[in-house]
């Protein structure tokens, strides 16, 4: 149902594995997009690689008492028909209303993704069997953890539709990138043009962690006066 999912070109995976998510917002800060943090989800073990794929989107709504049943779990439109959906590669991005009370994935679900190839999971809500998830090794996004069953305050309605995440319109399709910092949205009609902004972000401030490290004040380095600017270009010059 919904959006047929996209691959995404393995050297744009590449290179924005090699740009933190406090770039990204910086970037698309500069291209008037101010919403693209997704709140509450925070990486479920530290520690892990910096992430990259294209969303697939699932969305849920509140509970309704004769659709959120243990038996909608067999349904046609379920969370077991929508990861059978999915795409290796992908990123399972998960609107759950940031209900907190109801654990919308737990360790069957999760090891059945890392069997699919999915790259990670991210949610404004909650999974369930921690221990068992942390060991399919699938990195997951969230709030946090949670006994009860989705069933308990949540339907799930479809998959590959807009939805909201965090307090962000994810479109299916869009790029994910989450580290430690949470998980950013590009849309997917900019990342053209974010792309080597933000590598050339990444190299200004390595440039500038470099200049802090000898000893220059901030005044007129970040941000950059004219003859930091100069020293800069001469840097760029000197090592390309």
Do not use: H
């Not at 439109?77 to 907190?100: H, K, L, N, Q």
């Not at 989705?150 to 994910?176: H, K, M, R, Y």
């Amino acid at each position: 149902m919904g959006i047929d999912p996209l691959p995404l070109d393995p050297e744009i995976v590449r290179v924005l594995s090699g740009v933190t998510t406090a770039t990204l917002t910086t970037v698309l800060l500069k291209k008037g997009l101010r919403n693209v943090w997704l709140r509450g989800a925070r990486p479920l073990r530290t520690g892990g690689p910096r992430l990259v794929g294209r969303a697939f989107t699932l969305r849920f709504v509140p509970a309704r008492e004769d659709l959120a049943t243990p038996a909608s779990w067999g349904s046609p439109i379920s969370t077991r028909a929508a990861i059978e959906a999915m795409p290796a590669g992908c990123i399972a991005v998960v609107d759950a209303m940031g209900v907190t009370d109801a654990g919308i994935f737990g360790d069957i679900l999760c090891s059945r993704m890392v069997k699919r190839g999915i790259t990670a999971l991210v949610t404004d809500g909650v999974v369930r069997d921690i221990d068992g998830v942390l060991g399919t090794g699938l990195p997951v996004w969230c709030q946090g953890t949670a006994a009860p069953a989705s069933v308990a305050g949540l339907t799930f309605v479809g998959w590959q539709e807009p939805v909201g995440c965090g307090g962000v319109a994810v479109f299916p399709n869009d790029i994910v990138v989450a580290d430690a910092d949470g998980a950013v949205l590009i849309p997917a009609a900019l990342l053209d043009a974010v792309i080597p902004e933000a590598v050339e972000q990444e190299r200004f401030e390595g440039w500038i962690m470099t200049e802090v490290a000898r000893g220059v004040p901030l005044p007129g380095l970040y941000p950059p006066d004219e003859a930091a600017k100069s020293r800069y270009a001469a840097w760029v010059k000197a090592t390309s």
